[in-house]
């Protein structure tokens, strides 16, 4: 079961595939730090290798390219197969939230000659890793005249930045005596937005100030906060990691290191014998919910609108299209860190420039919650990689008992279809900054490439 490291077997050609690959990839992480700026570029990339929207199309025929949006948070693209549609798809499915802030409905206030944005945290943080680094806000601002407003503040080169401040090291003794769950308490994850008084305003002046800033700026009123929807997000773009430049660091890896490989697998396939997709979901870190998590309806009729116009409006086709499809949950695992081994079972770990990850079950406490993919489907993926020389390995998320986590596989298998968790592995999961393997990425997606055209 020994898997060579790509690093090791790569010539020269292949080293710079690897490295061309993921400059864009870095330039699509500093650019999509929300789901919908991950979505607007998904489009661009989109039309750009042909694809148009749904609703441009009559009628359906092999090769048409076509995508749906969600929302502005959700995107599903197709390229029509030459086989029926009924006979299943070729999936990818990703999603493009990640952990991070947001701003409660009413968050701005004033203390102590500051003025703050309330917070609440989004998916599984260690909320003491948000405190005193470089953040930003990314979102959308809706009005009741029915205007959207994008708000970007700490990424432009003359933005300043915001952040949370944490306690001095002098006066921190009852501090660090609390566990790291209790360091920095979810109520004060407060992001510092200003400090100037607007000097013709005595009362919450500060906070007037920083008002009259986003008035004059966005054109907002303190009472479209309510109807807003705006991320702290790290501020920074995504960097190359090591002297050698083998890694990327960024924030968001998880998942969007598999989105844009999914993404790019699409785009680069030509006239497919199955139906292609690629779905984009949000909502993924807290449970796959509401109308743009995985369990909405927006992909069943989705499917449901592609039958129609290849001529099918047979309710029942939706379900055997579903039933007959393939999909690959493209999301992280956990990589190998030297400084945690003891966290894996290192002959079921997935190790950092060894290969795009296959986790047969992820879960919990004996599995809860996982897929627990058919060995079947799984012999029929390793094939297809084998033939194709492309490197994999299989993983389990660390040591039994020793925490776990869940994807989007279960839910897409609950229409009877074969899915299994493939993706690439991670360092610093759900940290502000995430480390992944160039190699590993480039591998993703020559995987994605080969399982939607086999």
Same mark, same amino acid.
């Given at each position: 079961m020994y898997r /060579?490291? =790509?690093?090791?077997? *790569?010539d020269?050609?292949k080293?710079? *595939?690897?490295?061309?690959?993921n400059?864009?990839? =870095?330039?699509f992480?500093s650019?999509?730090?929300?789901?919908?700026?991950c979505v !607007?570029?998904?489009i661009?990339?989109?039309?750009i290798?042909g694809f148009k929207p749904?609703?441009?199309?009559?009628?359906l025929?092999?090769g048409d390219? !076509? &995508?749906?949006?969600?929302?502005?948070?959700n995107?599903?693209?197709?390229i029509?197969?030459?086989?029926?549609?009924k006979?299943?798809?070729?999936?990818? $499915?990703a999603?493009?939230?990640?952990?991070?802030?947001?701003?409660?409905?009413n968050?701005l206030?004033?203390?102590? $000659?500051?003025?703050?944005l309330?917070?609440h945290?989004?998916?599984?943080?260690?909320?003491y890793?948000?405190?005193?680094?470089?953040?930003?806000?990314?979102?959308?601002?809706?009005?009741?005249?029915?205007t959207?407003v994008?708000?970007?503040i700490?990424?432009n080169?003359d933005d300043?930045v915001l952040g949370?401040g944490?306690l001095l090291i002098?006066?921190?003794?009852?501090?660090?005596?609390?566990?790291?769950? /209790?360091v920095?308490?979810g109520?004060?994850?407060? !992001?510092t937005?200003?400090s100037i008084?607007?000097?013709?305003?005595?009362?919450?002046?500060?906070?007037?100030?920083?008002?009259?800033?986003?008035?004059?700026?966005?054109?907002?009123?303190?009472?479209d906060f309510?109807?807003?929807?705006i991320e702290?997000?790290?501020a920074?773009?995504?960097?190359?990691?090591?002297?050698?430049?083998?890694? %990327?660091?960024?924030?968001?890896q998880d998942?969007?290191v598999c989105?844009?490989?999914?993404?790019?697998?699409?785009?680069?396939v030509?006239?497919?014998?199955y139906?292609?997709?690629?779905?984009?979901?949000?909502k993924?870190?807290?449970g796959s919910?509401?109308?743009?998590?995985?369990?909405?309806?927006?992909f069943?009729?989705?499917? *449901?609108r592609?039958?129609?116009?290849l001529?099918?409006?047979d309710?029942l086709?939706?379900?055997?299209?579903m039933?007959?499809?393939?999909?690959?949950?493209?999301?992280?695992s956990?990589g190998v860190?030297?400084?945690?081994?003891?966290?894996?079972?290192?002959?079921?770990?997935?190790?950092?420039g060894? $290969?795009? %990850?296959?986790n047969k079950y992820?879960?919990?406490r004996?599995?809860?919650?996982?897929?627990?993919?058919?060995?079947?489907?799984i012999?029929w993926?390793?094939? =297809?990689l084998?033939d194709?020389?492309?490197h994999?390995?299989?993983a389990?998320?660390g040591?039994?008992? *020793?925490?776990g986590?869940?994807?989007?596989?279960?839910i897409?298998?609950?229409?009877?279809m074969?899915?299994?968790?493939a993706?690439v592995?991670?360092l610093?999961?759900h940290a502000p900054m995430e480390?992944?393997?160039k190699?590993?990425? &480039?591998?993703a997606?020559?995987?994605?490439?080969?399982?939607?055209?086999?």
């Amino acid at each position: 079961m020994y898997r /060579k490291n =790509i690093w090791e077997s *790569a010539d020269s050609k292949k080293m710079t *595939a690897i490295m061309e690959f993921n400059k864009p990839y =870095i330039e699509f992480l500093s650019k999509g730090k929300t789901e919908r700026e991950c979505v !607007v570029q998904s489009i661009a990339l989109a039309e750009i290798a042909g694809f148009k929207p749904l609703d441009s199309f009559k009628e359906l025929k092999a090769g048409d390219r !076509v &995508y749906v949006l969600n929302k502005n948070k959700n995107i599903a693209l197709f390229i029509i197969g030459k086989k029926p549609l009924k006979e299943g798809m070729r999936i990818l $499915g990703a999603h493009i939230d990640s952990p991070r802030l947001d701003l409660k409905q009413n968050p701005l206030y004033e203390k102590d $000659g500051f003025a703050l944005l309330d917070t609440h945290y989004y998916g599984g943080v260690k909320k003491y890793q948000w405190v005193t680094i470089p953040l930003a806000l990314h979102g959308v601002v809706c009005k009741k005249d029915g205007t959207t407003v994008m708000v970007n503040i700490g990424d432009n080169e003359d933005d300043p930045v915001l952040g949370i401040g944490d306690l001095l090291i002098h006066l921190s003794q009852d501090q660090l005596a609390k566990t790291a769950a /209790k360091v920095i308490e979810g109520e004060n994850l407060d !992001v510092t937005i200003g400090s100037i008084p607007l000097k013709e305003d005595e009362k919450f002046s500060v906070k007037a100030n920083v008002l009259k800033l986003l008035k004059e700026k966005y054109g907002m009123e303190e009472d479209d906060f309510v109807s807003s929807e705006i991320e702290v997000v790290p501020a920074g773009n995504a960097r190359d990691y090591g002297l050698d430049r083998s890694m %990327v660091a960024s924030y968001g890896q998880d998942d969007r290191v598999c989105a844009y490989t999914s993404l790019r697998a699409i785009l680069d396939v030509k006239d497919p014998e199955y139906t292609s997709c690629c779905i984009l979901v949000d909502k993924e870190e807290i449970g796959s919910v509401g109308a743009t998590g995985a369990h909405s309806l927006f992909f069943e009729n989705t499917v *449901a609108r592609l039958l129609a116009k290849l001529g099918d409006h047979d309710f029942l086709s939706v379900r055997e299209t579903m039933e007959n499809s393939y999909m690959l949950s493209s999301d992280v695992s956990a990589g190998v860190d030297p400084l945690f081994e003891s966290v894996n079972e290192m002959k079921n770990a997935a190790f950092m420039g060894e $290969g795009i %990850v296959f986790n047969k079950y992820t879960g919990s406490r004996g599995k809860s919650g996982c897929n627990d993919t058919n060995p079947e489907f799984i012999a029929w993926l390793r094939k =297809i990689l084998d033939d194709e020389n492309i490197h994999y390995q299989t993983a389990e998320l660390g040591r039994v008992d *020793a925490g776990g986590g869940g994807t989007i596989a279960y839910i897409l298998g609950n229409y009877n279809m074969n899915v299994i968790d493939a993706g690439v592995g991670v360092l610093n999961m759900h940290a502000p900054m995430e480390i992944s393997s160039k190699a590993d990425v &480039y591998e993703a997606y020559l995987s994605y490439v080969a399982f939607l055209t086999k």
